[in-house]
């Protein structure tokens, strides 16, 4: 069974940084695809950005520009950078990993942007 452990959450105001982390139990580059999902209170669970084995990225409208992932292969991790952070980005922030007959989540962190 793969874990996935996130790290990095917390509260920030308006305008701040976080760093997620993303450290799961077996290599990185097991899984055909990492992401990270979010889910609001009283909203369906989203997607916030992905990683392919090949490195190819994709992102949510509502985060491009602002929020970078990223894999550190010594580390094993894989990272959400989010920058410019609003009120609306406010939510429990799961991490995602995924094989060809598998999907694995992480237990989630609470991200809170408030002043």
């Known amino acids: 069974q793969v874990q996935l452990v996130e790290s990095g959450g917390g509260l920030v105001q308006p305008g701040g940084s976080l760093r997620l982390s993303c450290a799961p139990s077996s290599s990185i580059f097991s899984f055909v695809s990492m992401g990270w999902y979010r889910q609001a209170p009283g909203n369906q669970r989203e997607s916030v950005a992905t990683v392919t084995n090949g490195g190819s990225t994709s992102y949510a409208n509502s985060v491009k520009g602002r929020f970078t992932i990223s894999r550190d292969n010594a580390k094993n991790t894989v990272n959400l950078q989010m920058n410019s952070l609003k009120p609306e980005d406010t939510a429990v922030y799961y991490c995602?990993?995924?094989?060809?007959?598998?999907?694995?989540w992480g237990q989630g962190t609470q991200v809170t942007v408030s002043s």
């Open positions: 995602r990993a995924d094989r060809a007959i598998a999907t694995f």
